[in-house]
């Protein structure tokens, strides 16, 4: 298990890396476990800690709360009065990520025909 990690950061090695390259440290970070469903539900609504719990289904309190902060440190989230919401570089991500949905959809339609 990675809950003991330190947040990826560019500029520093990450596991599988030493490069210090951007794209090397985000790909360790979102391919944490839990990490994209986190980013995917605050990307649909703000959610405290137990609403986000719930919706996140089976996550450990302890994991959830190790990738909360792992992604308030990496500035991707932030927590306000109504709980946690993505900030703008948090949202940038998500629009990023918008094509590989896309491909995601055609892939799976390929693999159905």
Same mark, same amino acid.
């Given at each position: 298990?990675?809950?003991?990690?330190?947040?990826?950061?560019?500029?520093?090695?990450?596991?599988?890396?030493?490069?210090?390259?951007?794209?090397?440290?985000?790909?360790?970070?979102?391919?944490?476990?839990?990490?994209?469903?986190?980013?995917?539900?605050?990307?649909?609504?703000?959610?405290?800690?137990?609403?986000?719990?719930?919706?996140?289904?089976?996550?450990?309190?302890?994991?959830?709360?190790? $990738? *909360?902060?792992? /992604?308030? +440190?990496?500035?991707?989230?932030? !927590? =306000?009065?109504? %709980?946690? $919401? *993505?900030?703008? /570089?948090? +949202?940038?991500?998500?629009?990023? !990520? =918008?094509?590989? %949905?896309?491909?995601?959809?055609?892939?799976?339609?390929?693999?159905?025909?």
């Amino acid at each position: 298990m990675d809950t003991g990690a330190a947040t990826p950061r560019p500029g520093a090695p990450v596991r599988g890396s030493a490069s210090g390259r951007p794209i090397m440290a985000a790909l360790d970070l979102l391919g944490r476990r839990w990490t994209m469903r986190i980013v995917w539900e605050l990307s649909q609504a703000p959610a405290g800690f137990r609403e986000l719990q719930r919706r996140c289904e089976r996550m450990s309190s302890s994991v959830l709360s190790t $990738r *909360l902060e792992e /992604l308030a +440190q990496a500035r991707l989230l932030t !927590l =306000r009065d109504d %709980g946690y $919401r *993505l900030t703008p /570089l948090g +949202q940038e991500l998500v629009d990023a !990520l =918008r094509p590989l %949905g896309d491909w995601s959809r055609r892939w799976a339609d390929a693999a159905d025909a």
